[in-house]
C-alpha cells in the first residue's frame, strides 16, 4: 500500500443548471456550498483541503446572461471550473509547498511518492452532453427540460422525454480521504481473523495480513492536512 495513492469520487447527476443559465452563473450561486456531492462512503462530506482533482463537466457552455460576477471574466469553460475549484478550495497551493518541505526535511519516499500526486489538477469540459435516452432510468425531475436543464416550473411532458443531461465528475485527493482510510482501518483491526481460517488457508499469512493492516493505517496520515481541520486520530478512536 505504500505507493498506493487514492481519490475520493464526487458528482453531480444531472449538473444544475437553470434553463438560459451559464456556467458562471450556475457556480456564482454555488460560493457556500459545491454543487456536487460526495459518492464514496464516508460520513464527512466537507473538505478541509483539496490536494489534487481530475474534473469533468459535459453538457455546458460558457454563453450565458451579462456578466455578473469576477468568473464571467475567463474566456474557456475550463478556466472558469478551474478558477472556481482554487476558490473554494483556497488552501491547496499553500499545503502542498508545505508538505514539500517536510518531504524535503524528512526524505519520506512514501511521501515522496504521494507528493507527485499532489501536484497536479485538471479541467476538461466537453461540450457534448450524457445521453439519458432508454434504457437509461427514468427519475428525473418534472423540472427539467428535454436536455436536463432545470425550469422555475413543471414542464408539460413526463420525466421519460429527458434526452440529455449535464453532467460533472470529480476524482478528489482530499483531507476526506483520512477520515475514510482511517475508519476502514479500525473497521479492519477489529476483525476477529481467526474466526476466518479459510482465508489463511487460501495462501494469505497472518503477519502479511498484519502488515497490510499498518499500511492502511501509514496510508491514511498521508491526507492527513496536520492544520488542525482533520480529526486526530486519538478522537476518531473514541468514536
Known amino acids: 500500500l505504500s505507493n498506493s495513492q487514492v481519490a475520493a469520487a464526487w458528482a453531480s447527476v ?6 438560459g443559465h451559464s456556467l458562471p452563473d450556475v457556480l ?3 460560493q457556500q456550498d459545491l454543487p456536487w456531492k460526495l459518492l464514496s462512503s464516508c460520513r464527512e462530506q466537507n473538505v478541509s483541503c483539496c490536494f489534487a482533482q481530475s474534473v469533468v463537466l459535459r453538457g455546458i457552455s460558457k454563453e450565458g446572461k451579462q456578466p455578473t460576477s469576477p ?4 474566456e474557456t ?6 478558477q472556481y ?5 483556497p488552501g491547496a497551493f499553500r499545503l502542498v509547498s508545505l508538505i514539500r518541505e517536510y518531504q524535503l ?10 507528493i507527485q500526486f499532489l501536484l497536479y489538477s485538471t479541467f476538461h469540459v466537453l461540450e457534448q452532453p450524457c445521453m439519458t435516452r432508454p434504457p437509461y432510468p427514468r427519475f428525473f425531475s418534472p423540472l427539467l427540460t428535454r436536455q436536463g436543464f432545470l425550469l422555475e416550473k413543471p414542464s408539460s411532458y413526463s420525466a421519460a422525454a429527458v434526452e440529455s443531461i449535464p453532467v460533472l465528475t470529480s476524482l478528489q485527493s482530499s483531507s476526506v480521504l483520512h477520515t475514510l482510510l482511517y475508519s476502514l482501518y479500525k473497521d479492519v483491526q477489529k476483525l476477529n481473523i481467526r474466526r476466518w481460517a479459510s482465508f489463511f ?12 493492516v499498518e499500511a492502511l493505517r501509514t496510508l491514511s496520515q498521508c491526507y492527513e492536512t496536520g492544520f488542525g481541520d482533520d480529526k486526530s486520530e486519538d478522537e476518531t478512536d473514541s468514536d
Open 14 to 19: 444531472p449538473f444544475p443548471v437553470v434553463y
Open 28 to 30: 456564482h450561486a454555488y
Open 71 to 74: 468568473l464571467h471574466a475567463f
Open 77 to 82: 469553460a475550463e478556466q472558469i471550473l478551474q
Open 85 to 89: 475549484s482554487h476558490t473554494v478550495f
Open 105 to 114: 526535511e524528512r526524505e519520506d519516499r512514501v511521501l515522496c511518492n504521494f
Open 201 to 212: 488457508s487460501a495462501g494469505v499469512e497472518q503477519a502479511d495480513f498484519h502488515e497490510a
